[in-house]
């Protein structure tokens, strides 16, 4: 069954990451991760985590005073989708243009021309079978 992956803003991603990277993670720690860098307000922060955690991207333990935050969208989840979606948007679906797109466009060491041209031979393959 595929997972329903949720919309996630830039700013909701900002600290998604954070919940990512540490979990579980209170409240206090997201703010004082983020206040200084992100130039936020504690309470624009709160605002973002009660976002995520409507959009069923986060949820919650209660210990005490704290609510400790912990995701339930994993990074590869959302990374993938996100892919997903910019594929289509851009190439309507067609990894191979995206691919090649990239290919032309990027400067590439002999190592990764390497690591690509094998594989490519293993897709071939792997279609032949």
Partial sequence: MKKNIPSISDSELEVMKLIWKKNPITSDEIINSL?????WSP??????????????AVSYNREGRN???YPITSQNEYVKAENR??????????VGRLVCNFIEEEDLSEEDIDRL???LDNKKKDSKK
């Fill in 43 to 56: 309470q624009t922060i709160k605002t973002f985590i009660t976002r995520l955690v409507k959009k069923k």
């Fill in 117 to 119: 041209q094998e594989i």
């Fill in 35 to 39: 206040a200084d860098r992100m130039k």
């Fill in 67 to 69: 609510y400790l935050y």
């Fill in 85 to 94: 979606t910019f594929l289509q948007k851009m190439y309507d679906g067609a």
